[in-house]
């Protein structure tokens, strides 16, 4: 079983507002991915690290949303101005090894943006 | 270009009975496979994995896949499912570039008890 902790696992924004949530990966995965997975079960790849380091990052990642992995703290992902849209789970993987190796997910943080 | 099909969006079966769920891959290179599964309210977890060798990985809970690269598919068996199987099953493609991880929509899979 995984052992990725995601926190809050719930977290209601209002529009324009901003929203954090926080990734603690298994020990030792030096890899972390955050996805968005809507409510049609489509996943969209947001951001990964390896090693605090970005991989990674799809456009819209660079426009509202921020990450990161700083050494020694979770990482976490922040949406600056929440939009009605943004509202879906919000998953973090690790992965042991190199970003195409097996992912460890996290429960989630379930987003509704009102 | 490169996608995970999995054609059947909700699969309802009888507890006992033997299960598969499909998934199609488009691929040009070699693809990394797996089968993750999400219970409610849960993330995902994951059931088996394929790289290369033996086309048939065994995973957890009596799960298995076999993988076809004439069929481009990776297609998921159990001989007898129970009803704590319930759940949605997502088929996931991935290759060298670890940017291009690709989900399949997920199966929806619902055992009567």
């Known amino acids: 079983n995984s052992k990725v902790i995601q926190t809050p696992r719930y977290l209601v924004k209002g529009q324009g507002q901003k929203a954090k949530m926080r990734c603690i990966p298994e020990?030792?995965?030096?890899?972390v991915f955050w996805y968005q997975q809507n409510k049609n079960n489509e996943f969209k790849f947001l951001i990964n690290?390896?090693?605090?380091?970005?991989?990674?990052q799809i456009d819209m990642t660079e426009k509202r949303f921020s990450a990161e992995c700083p050494s020694n703290s979770p990482c976490s992902l922040e949406i600056q101005s929440s939009e009605a849209g943004d509202s879906a789970l919000y998953l973090c993987?690790?992965?042991?090894?190199?970003?195409?190796?097996?992912?460890?997910f996290g429960p989630g943080t379930r987003l509704l943006v009102l | 270009a490169q996608s995970v099909t999995q054609p059947d969006a909700r699969v309802t079966v009888s507890e006992g009975a033997s299960l598969q769920l499909r998934c199609k891959y488009s691929?040009?290179?070699?693809?990394?496979l797996f089968w993750y599964v999400q219970y409610p309210r849960q993330g995902l977890q994951l059931l088996l994995k394929?790289?290369?060798?033996?086309?048939v990985v065994q995973g957890v809970n009596g799960f298995e896949a076999e993988f076809s690269k004439s069929n481009s598919s990776f297609h998921l068996r159990k001989a007898s499912v129970h009803w704590s199987d319930s759940a949605v099953y997502f088929c996931?493609?991935?290759?060298?570039?670890?940017?291009?991880?690709?989900f399949g929509k997920g199966t929806h899979l619902h055992v009567l008890p």
């Open positions: 993987a690790s992965s042991p090894d190199s970003p195409q190796d097996t992912q460890y």
């Open positions: 020990k030792g995965h030096p890899v």
């Open positions: 690290f390896q090693n605090q380091e970005v991989l990674q």
């Open positions: 691929y040009s290179g070699t693809p990394y």
């Open positions: 394929y790289y290369s060798g033996d086309p």
């Open positions: 996931v493609l991935s290759g060298p570039n670890a940017y291009k991880v690709i």
